[in-house]
């Protein structure tokens, strides 16, 4: 009975952390104000280091020993071992460049799209994990990966002639659609990368958290100054924040961290689960709050293909055990 609570519990867990994620960035990046809107670089930067002090905290806490424990762990995990530490900056570069195309996505598409298109993810988190770690698919596994494409595909149809200011919104979506799929390249080769650095180490996740922090961090404040510069000067480094803006940062440093706490006690059917009533309710609320969304039957068929594709990737074939027949 708590087994199931835990479950029930955690799929709850998962599907407000990821479609309240997408709808909140997607709200702060589509909201009118007054004055400079808050740089998305900038974002990036202030999530991680929020990433950072929340693993710290976790890592005290979880070590019990006191300030100088703590302090001879991250010496000793981190500091006495910089070739180990240095790998680390790969998938934490990778993971700063997503999280910057997936804020200029969400400028450029609606959240239920977005929400669909991501999905791709899980296509080459799987082509990397066969290039890289030498896993084999089932042929069930290839059949969703060929349905999610398609699915994908038939989401971003056009449905008619379009008008000048219907041109330039779909130039738009062909700018936030690039962006999607560069992220998730980037999301499945630094995953499955993240993985192998993490096949027989002991650590805990929190504290390579931090080693990824810290990297996102430098990575971020690069990326700001690069092609911010000049706004920063000018404005400073948190123009145009506001509550909106720090709930964004607050979901995305939260969200993945809460996701790992959680993930031990959701199958892969609920995680399915989780997506596809994310995709849903991010449909849902598009197109009754934001007023940015049209449903079109082609968005339904592909939708339907995603999730379809999503329940069958995660299913896995059953194990029949041979009986022993005694004489």
Not at 16 to 40: F, H
Not at 47 to 71: A, D, M, N
């Amino acid at each position: 009975m708590a087994s199931n609570r835990l479950k029930y519990i955690s799929l709850g867990i998962l599907i407000l952390q990821t479609t309240s994620a997408v709808l909140v960035m997607r709200y702060s990046r589509t909201m009118k104000g007054d004055g400079p809107k808050y740089l998305s670089s900038t974002a990036v930067v202030m999530t991680e280091i929020l990433k950072v002090f929340i693993c710290v905290v976790l890592v005290y806490l979880q070590q019990g020993h006191g300030i100088r424990g703590f302090f001879f762990t991250l010496r000793s995990e981190i500091i006495d071992k910089p070739v180990e530490t240095l790998k680390f900056a790969v998938p934490s570069g990778l993971y700063t460049i997503q999280n910057n195309l997936l804020f200029i996505a969400l400028s450029n598409l609606d959240a239920a799209t977005y929400q669909v298109t991501y999905q791709l993810k899980i296509l080459t988190t799987a082509m990397f994990s066969v290039l890289m770690l030498g896993k084999r698919l089932n042929p069930l596994k290839w059949i969703s990966l060929v349905m999610l494409m398609a699915g994908v595909a038939l989401v971003q149809m056009p449905t008619k002639a379009k008008t000048e200011k219907e041109s330039h919104s779909a130039a738009s979506q062909v700018i936030g659609l690039l962006a999607v799929l560069c992220a998730c390249f980037s999301s499945g080769f630094a995953g499955v990368y993240f993985e192998k650095l993490l096949k027989g180490s002991k650590q805990s996740i929190w504290l390579r958290n931090i080693q990824l922090g810290v990297f996102g961090t430098f990575f971020g404040v690069i990326g700001a100054y690069w092609y911010d510069r000049e706004a920063i000067q000018n404005d400073g480094f948190l123009q145009g924040y506001n509550n909106m803006t720090w709930a964004v940062i607050s979901l995305q440093a939260f969200g993945g961290l809460v996701i790992a706490a959680v993930i031990k006690y959701a199958d892969n059917i609920l995680k399915g689960f989780a997506t596809s009533l994310s995709i849903i309710l991010s449909a849902f609320i598009s197109y009754w709050w934001l007023n940015d969304f049209i449903p079109t039957t082609f968005f339904f068929i592909g939708a339907s293909f995603v999730i379809s594709a999503t329940f069958l990737y995660s299913r896995e074939p059953r194990v029949i055990q041979a009986k022993t027949v005694s004489v």
